[in-house]
């Protein structure tokens, strides 16, 4: 009986040494409860060649940026899904593998549009395949416009108006809606979507360090945005400090006029029908443009990132390939009605004949990518001067020279 | 070896699992924060250096951390006290076995057994503008100026934390401090009855006393509780509007999460175990001394 249980024991430790574990993935779309899970997850496993665990990771992108910290070291996952933002954090810390190598012999590499690639440069290092992509446009409601014989706002001054004369005229509505509730990711986006009308970069990275290029003004001018939209009548000085449910929600259950979100609240529609009206009833315009600005609005790009410590980075790559291709691209970002960042998918009936898509997809070319720095600490910084502002604490003049002095303090640690 | 010897032997064996669970678990993290605190350890620093008591004097001289700590003890002393007095008047009044009691102690405890993060989600819910159940409800009884988003009030967002603190905590009170009222012999009222004590004095004399360590259980275990506690803000206000709802575990979280700085969110941490350790054996002390 002993010499049995040795033999097995001695078996089991040859055969940890001969057979490779499995590759890990994580990826939230695998993991979050949304419409297109399972058949994302059935697309996955019925087309996987490599040997790859069924544990797809974490379902918030909170939570993958603490256990990756965490355990990257120990070469799991090998294959990671994340927002930008992120991205930038593990590739500053070491964590990720530059794909430069992988991507210069990729075939498929030119299908993919520039700029979603370029932003996800580090340090001169390739570090994701980007999967899916969206900016920020201004969301409206048609119907609305058209009873009340309004024209579409172009500019802040028109924005601002507007919105004040909804919320003033219009029974039930309010004419516009920003997210400021403290460490509201969807809060920052928001102000830089306005940001980059006046300056495409907040930081200047250069080899030898990080440095501020955004300026006093231009920080007050978004911030005057904020408060002439909360104290000129836009929106109900009630609703300071909300987040993205309550716009969200809001615009679709018809309690908005105008939003500027991206193109995922057209998940929506299926949950209620009511909400699917309201996004029919849904015009897709450019977030307008400051007197003397340029057209420019957030970008978001998600990436496929290798793990530096994967101990099979050859398999993670084909691994990362797989769910970057054009079939699991479609699929992917057509059924989260979002952007591909892939020519060829956007090219497909299902992307080009979808008004949704194709009406967010006109204005890719507007969106600004954010500059390649560990975002956590400006991010906050910019949510407080917002709130600095939104609750009378300063004016945008003060809160504009605060968050200034505070981003210049931090730059060189980001 | 002796019987005594054997039996002492048995009983570290038996004890040996938990020991090195608690030492992995606990003692191990509690450690390594430790030395973390005299650091500059972070993610982004590959060869972390030994900073003296730096993390310590930042935060020490740092008039914003004074007013977060200043915060953190009112919201303990806020809410511990509120759960004491109103768990304390439910167990009082479950004892009269009044009509319906027996279904309130069934429900009671419904509050205790849901997640925080359900509980910090179903409040967030009810307090969003527009079409959140408190507000469609103001709206309806023709209170529709009231209506707001709750959490992003820097009047109420302070308030609606206590208040979540207390639905969630008020049962464990009750329960317990019902359990110890069950345990305290009838023959004290009777005799005091005898006496001519009224119903305040036989309380005050009677039933405050006996329950004086099952009460230092409880708000030694609360204190620690709520002093620590990060979900609740996090989930619901995440510190703001304009920090009026931030603590000290919300403060480690942001110093380690969003800045990455491990070495300065370890100081506050061991900070706040000092605090609380502090606290926990002189309460203990002063309720022994009493009992003795």
Known sequence: ?414 | MTNEKKRALTGYLVLAPVLVVFVLLMFYPALKAFFDSFTNYSIFVQQPMFVGLQNFSLQLSNPEFWAIFGRTLLLVGLAVSLQYVLGLSLALLLKEDLKGMKWVKLIIMIPWVIPVASTVVMFDWMMIPKYGLVNMFLEKVGLGGWTRYWFGDPQFAFPLIVMMHVWRNMPFYTITLFAALKSIPKGFYEAAQIDGANTWKRFWHITLPQLKVPSMIVIVLHVLWTFNNFDFIYLSTGGGPVGTTEVLATQVYQTAWTYFEYGKASAIGILMMGLMLAFSLVYIKLVRSESA
């Open chain 1, 1 to 414: 009986m002993k010499a049995k249980l040795l033999g097995i024991l001695i078996l089991s430790l040859l055969g940890g040494l001969v057979f490779s574990a499995p590759l890990s993935l994580w990826h939230t779309s695998f993991v979050s409860e949304w419409s297109g899970k399972d058949a994302v997850i059935q697309m996955f496993e019925q087309n996987n060649d490599q040997d790859v665990a069924g544990d797809y990771g974490p379902a918030l992108y909170r939570d993958v940026t603490q256990k990756l910290i965490i355990q990257a070291r120990t070469g799991t996952p090998d294959v990671v899904e994340s927002v930008l933002e992120q991205m930038f954090t593990f590739a500053k810390a070491g964590l990720l593998y530059p794909l430069d190598e992988f991507w210069d012999a990729y075939p498929d590499k030119n299908e993919y549009a520039q700029n979603a690639v370029d932003a996800l440069r580090f340090q001169g290092h390739l570090y994701g395949i980007p999967y899916n992509t969206n900016v920020r446009l201004l969301l409206y409601r048609k119907s609305v416009f058209a009873e009340n014989g309004l024209k579409v706002p172009e500019t802040w001054d028109e924005l601002i108006n507007t919105a004040a004369y909804i919320t003033k005229n219009v029974p039930d509505m309010q004419g516009f809606m920003f997210t400021t509730k403290t460490r509201e990711v969807r809060a920052f986006q928001e102000f830089m979507s306005f940001y980059f009308q006046l300056n495409k970069h907040m930081f200047n990275v250069t080899p030898d360090g990080v440095e501020v290029v955004a300026t006093e003004e231009q920080l007050t001018r978004v911030l005057d945005v904020y408060q002439r939209m909360f104290f000129e009548g836009g929106i109900d000085l009630n609703e300071r400090g909300a987040d993205w449910k309550a716009l969200d929600y809001g615009y679709t259950a018809g309690k908005y006029a105008m939003v500027t979100v991206g193109p995922w609240i057209w998940s929506h529609r299926f949950e209620e029908d009511a909400r699917g009206e309201v996004l029919d009833d849904t015009g897709i315009v450019a977030i307008p443009v400051a007197d003397d600005g340029t057209p420019g609005t957030y970008m978001e790009v998600k990436p496929i990132s290798i793990n530096a410590y994967t101990e099979d980075p050859q398999g993670a790559w084909e691994l990362a390939k797989q769910v970057t291709s054009k079939d699991f691209q479609l699929l992917i970002d057509s059924m989260s009605g979002v952007l591909s960042p892939r020519n060829d998918v956007m090219q497909m009936p299902e992307m080009k004949d979808n008004w949704w898509l194709s009406g967010f997809g006109k204005y890719m070319d507007t969106g600004v990518a954010l500059d390649p720095v560990s975002w956590e600490q400006p991010q906050n910084f910019i949510i407080e001067a917002i709130q600095k502002v939104i609750y009378k604490q300063m004016t945008p003049q003060q809160a504009g020279a605060w968050l200034l002095q505070n981003l210049q303090r931090i730059a060189s640690s980001l």
